[in-house]
């Protein structure tokens, strides 16, 4: 479904992507695990576009150029170059790190907005869907979501990117700054929205305990560079992985 | 007497939130503060005029028809100009002001100065509430803004473009992630913005003559009025109105009216060193609560 192949970035001369290449099969759940800086959040600008976009903009400015090689297919579709605004409408979403979410609108307006290019009635069902799979949001859905807490507003996101009928799912850094069992939590509906919507799912991660067991398969990422990768219960054994992440 | 100063206060009120809405709707959306918004409102004045009376167009189509073309001239504000210079705030108010004097210097080149610059009244004649005789274009005035506001908090809410709007106006990175196109929905925030002004330059002109300056005035306004009730937010908009229009009625009347555009300036200054963020400047407020 997805294929990157040789992908590097460039910001100005710093190399955040060298080289990488990975695939995504449908309907499978990857991850790309690295810790800080290991150029997770740059692949997923790549995938999302908002990468041509935020390059587009420092050039229009003369701030910082960025460099884009390699290349990414998407259903068969050569995607580098497309603006993200067109990835979504062929099915890429991504809910960028860091819960992003419309702070000053209440949770139904939040999913609202996240309907733009889906039908009423499809914004509804994905709706029902949203609230079955975090009950949380549906008690707070007239709360204005600047107030929610960091774990409902990772909920939320989750569910407006669900909103706009993903066919790729990218997921960054959706554990970051949880308690566990808010970890735990989110992990299971992740399960839950591959299994009940078929959806394809690929995770940038840097807490690999939770997720790497439920991996179909990862990409282990050091400084913009692929350095393993392999079936996810499979680098649970690694000791490399083990030291890294695990800590034993 | 007193009576008769409210009346035309909140009159006064209404005249500054039409001004300032659109003003405030780009803001509000996509950060960029368009100073050639004066330029646009009398860009509207002389349009209708010159279709009256060099086309022979009849008024109900010559309004329209330049709410329509002022509304184009932002979108292409954007699409020409400002498209190169998104979130440089400095550039921005430069190039918009640049425009703006263009315009309306060229205005004043070509000779549009004098009496005989006015547009005839959409409606004529007059009304009295109580002993206070009300002309019918002032009451037309206050009808247009209240529907206006809120035709505008409809669209804003419950339509798809206008989620849109609230979207980019947010958080531009993830409005994109969904779906929204970022510079579609800026030039549709200028287009917006234009119309607007459009619409009050047709209903508020009949009531004093075109000029050059009104556009400098109307900037002055709208930016007062925006600082006063905090930029983008369309409730500031409306009370900091109320609050500056009843304050300058009030003061042309018991102290004469040159001091009217003193109010304005000391309630921008009032503000600045108060509260900067304005009245209603709520984003930081829930930053700092979280």
Request: net charge neutral; with cysteine.
């Given at each position: 479904?997805?294929?990157?192949?040789?992908?590097m970035v460039f910001f100005e001369n710093a190399l955040a992507l060298n080289d990488f290449s990975m695939e995504?099969?449908?309907?499978?759940?990857?991850?790309?695990?690295?810790?800080?800086?290991?150029?997770?959040?740059?692949?997923?600008?790549?995938?999302?576009?908002?990468?041509?976009?935020?390059?587009?903009?420092?050039?229009?400015?003369?701030?910082?150029?960025?460099?884009?090689?390699?290349?990414?297919?998407?259903?068969?579709?050569?995607?580098?170059?497309?603006?993200?605004?067109?990835?979504?409408?062929?099915?890429?979403?991504?809910?960028?790190?860091?819960?992003?979410?419309?702070?000053?609108?209440?949770?139904?307006?939040?999913?609202?907005?996240?309907?733009?290019?889906?039908?009423?009635?499809?914004?509804?069902?994905?709706?029902?869907?949203?609230?079955?799979?975090?009950?949380?949001?549906?008690?707070?859905?007239?709360?204005?979501?600047?107030?929610?807490?960091?774990?409902?507003?990772?909920?939320?996101?989750?569910?407006?990117?669900?909103?706009?009928?993903?066919?790729?799912?990218?997921?960054?850094?959706?554990?970051?700054?949880?308690?566990?069992?808010?970890?735990?939590?989110?992990?299971?509906?992740?399960?839950?929205?591959?299994?009940?919507?078929?959806?394809?799912?690929?995770?940038?991660?840097?807490?690999?305990?939770?997720?790497?067991?439920?991996?179909?398969?990862?990409?282990?990422?050091?400084?913009?560079?692929?350095?393993?990768?392999?079936?996810?219960?499979?680098?649970?054994?690694?000791?490399?992985?083990?030291?890294?992440?695990?800590?034993? | 007497?007193?009576?008769?100063?409210?009346?035309?206060?909140?009159?006064?009120?209404?005249?500054?939130?039409?001004?300032?809405?659109?003003?405030?709707?780009?803001?509000?959306?996509?950060?960029?503060?368009?100073?050639?918004?004066?330029?646009?409102?009398?860009?509207?004045?002389?349009?209708?005029?010159?279709?009256?009376?060099?086309?022979?167009?009849?008024?109900?189509?010559?309004?329209?028809?330049?709410?329509?073309?002022?509304?184009?001239?932002?979108?292409?504000?954007?699409?020409?100009?400002?498209?190169?210079?998104?979130?440089?705030?400095?550039?921005?108010?430069?190039?918009?002001?640049?425009?703006?004097?263009?315009?309306?210097?060229?205005?004043?080149?070509?000779?549009?100065?004098?009496?005989?610059?006015?547009?005839?009244?959409?409606?004529?004649?007059?009304?009295?509430?109580?002993?206070?005789f009300l002309d019918l274009q002032r009451a037309l005035i206050v009808i247009v803004g209240v529907t206006l506001?809120?035709?505008?908090?409809?669209?804003?809410?419950?339509?798809?473009?206008?989620?849109?709007?609230?979207?980019?106006?947010?958080?531009?990175?993830?409005?994109?992630?969904?779906?929204?196109?970022?510079?579609?929905?800026?030039?549709?925030?200028?287009?917006?913005?234009?119309?607007?002004?459009?619409?009050?330059?047709?209903?508020?002109?009949?009531?004093?003559?075109?000029?050059?300056?009104?556009?400098?005035?109307?900037?002055?306004?709208?930016?007062?009025?925006?600082?006063?009730?905090?930029?983008?937010?369309?409730?500031?908009?409306?009370?900091?109105?109320f609050i500056l229009g009843l304050a300058q009625t009030y003061t042309a009347m018991y102290m004469g009216s040159?001091?009217?555009?003193?109010?304005?300036?000391?309630?921008?200054?009032?503000?600045?060193?108060?509260?900067?963020?304005?009245?209603?400047?709520?984003?930081?407020?829930?930053?700092?609560?979280?």
């Amino acid at each position: 479904m997805l294929q990157v192949s040789h992908l590097m970035v460039f910001f100005e001369n710093a190399l955040a992507l060298n080289d990488f290449s990975m695939e995504v099969g449908r309907g499978e759940l990857r991850g790309v695990i690295g810790s800080n800086s290991a150029g997770k959040t740059t692949l997923m600008h790549a995938l999302s576009g908002l990468l041509i976009d935020i390059r587009i903009k420092e050039q229009r400015r003369g701030g910082e150029r960025i460099t884009l090689m390699g290349k990414i297919h998407y259903e068969g579709e050569e995607i580098t170059h497309l603006p993200p605004h067109e990835r979504v409408q062929r099915g890429i979403v991504l809910c960028r790190e860091r819960h992003p979410i419309f702070p000053e609108s209440d949770v139904l307006e939040n999913l609202k907005i996240a309907g733009y290019l889906r039908a009423r009635e499809e914004t509804r069902r994905s709706m029902e869907f949203v609230f079955d799979l975090f009950p949380v949001l549906k008690s707070f859905r007239r709360k204005r979501a600047g107030f929610l807490s960091g774990g409902e507003q990772q909920m939320l996101a989750i569910g407006m990117a669900i909103v706009a009928a993903p066919r790729l799912l990218l997921l960054d850094e959706p554990l970051l700054g949880l308690s566990p069992a808010m970890q735990r939590h989110l992990v299971d509906a992740v399960q839950q929205i591959r299994s009940e919507r078929g959806t394809t799912i690929l995770i940038a991660e840097q807490f690999a305990r939770p997720i790497l067991p439920l991996l179909d398969y990862a990409y282990v990422i050091e400084n913009g560079m692929m350095t393993l990768s392999g079936a996810g219960p499979e680098l649970m054994e690694n000791p490399e992985v083990r030291a890294a992440y695990f800590g034993v | 007497m007193f009576l008769g100063t409210l009346v035309y206060g909140i009159v006064n009120s209404v005249i500054l939130a039409l001004v300032a809405l659109g003003f405030n709707l780009t803001f509000g959306i996509s950060g960029i503060a368009n100073f050639a918004y004066g330029a646009l409102y009398v860009l509207t004045g002389y349009g209708v005029w010159i279709l009256l009376n060099e086309v022979g167009l009849p008024l109900f189509l010559a309004a329209p028809a330049m709410v329509v073309l002022t509304a184009m001239a932002g979108a292409l504000l954007y699409r020409v100009v400002l498209i190169r210079l998104r979130g440089m705030a400095i550039s921005e108010v430069i190039a918009t002001f640049g425009v703006g004097l263009a315009v309306l210097e060229f205005f004043r080149y070509l000779g549009f100065i004098g009496f005989e610059y006015t547009l005839p009244p959409l409606l004529d004649g007059s009304l009295s509430i109580g002993p206070v005789f009300l002309d019918l274009q002032r009451a037309l005035i206050v009808i247009v803004g209240v529907t206006l506001t809120g035709v505008l908090w409809l669209f804003t809410h419950h339509t798809r473009l206008g989620l849109a709007f609230r979207g980019i106006a947010q958080d531009e990175h993830t409005a994109m992630c969904l779906g929204i196109h970022s510079d579609r929905v800026a030039m549709f925030s200028l287009a917006f913005g234009g119309g607007l002004c459009a619409l009050a330059a047709v209903v508020i002109l009949p009531i004093g003559t075109i000029s050059v300056d009104a556009g400098y005035d109307v900037l002055l306004e709208a930016l007062a009025v925006c600082i006063v009730g905090g930029l983008g937010s369309a409730v500031g908009v409306i009370v900091a109105s109320f609050i500056l229009g009843l304050a300058q009625t009030y003061t042309a009347m018991y102290m004469g009216s040159h001091w009217m555009m003193i109010v304005t300036l000391v309630a921008i200054l009032l503000i600045l060193t108060i509260r900067p963020s304005g009245l209603f400047g709520k984003q930081k407020e829930l930053e700092e609560r979280i």
